[in-house]
């Protein structure tokens, strides 16, 4: 079990008075310590219900999001990734902008060895967009490359 020293900066978890964002703020993202760094292993985190707002008509667009990471020193806690991907709701942007600032703010969190992201929106005048970002330290580099290439290869027609 984890002691409350272990659980200082998670705020939002257990929360009965959780306030929704109304519009885009990384600072709901909080982390917890990762308690298994001699194990490798992949988080994956899915968001099926993902909405953001075109930056041109303020339409809104409906998504599917999925986050994969390998952890270093720290991880994302779901609650508070919950609230960020909410904060999207009101934010107007492009879907491939919207998948690599998620990237970015997951990384720049909790510097993990590896990370990817992958939106699948819904079609809007017949088409699909389904952007793709990762990025790894040093050691990872080599999945970095062969991630992206297996995108390629799967979306081809």
């Known amino acids: 079990m984890r002691t409350d020293k272990e659980l200082e900066g998670v705020t939002h978890l257990g929360n009965q008075a959780t306030k929704y964002p109304t519009d885009y703020d990384p600072g709901l993202l909080e982390t917890f310590e990762n308690k298994h760094l001699d194990n490798e292993y992949v988080v994956t985190l899915d968001c099926p219900e993902f909405t953001t707002l075109c930056p041109k008509t303020g339409q809104p667009d409906f998504g599917h999001i999925m986050i994969s990471y390998i952890p270093g020193k720290r991880m994302v806690e779901s609650k508070s990734l919950k609230l960020y991907l909410f904060s999207f709701r009101n934010h107007g942007d492009f879907h491939e902008d919207v998948v690599n600032i998620i990237?970015?703010?997951?990384?720049?969190?909790?510097?993990?060895?590896?990370?990817?992201?992958?939106?699948?929106?819904?079609?809007?005048?017949?088409?699909?967009?389904?952007?793709?970002?990762n990025d790894g330290d040093e050691e990872h580099q080599d999945l970095v490359k062969e991630r992206r290439r297996d995108i390629l290869r799967l979306n081809r027609l």
């Not at 970015?104 to 970002?133: C, W």
């Open 103 to 133: 990237m970015k703010d997951l990384k720049k969190l909790m510097d993990p060895k590896y990370i990817e992201v992958k939106g699948d929106f819904m079609p809007r005048g017949g088409i699909s967009i389904l952007p793709f970002a």
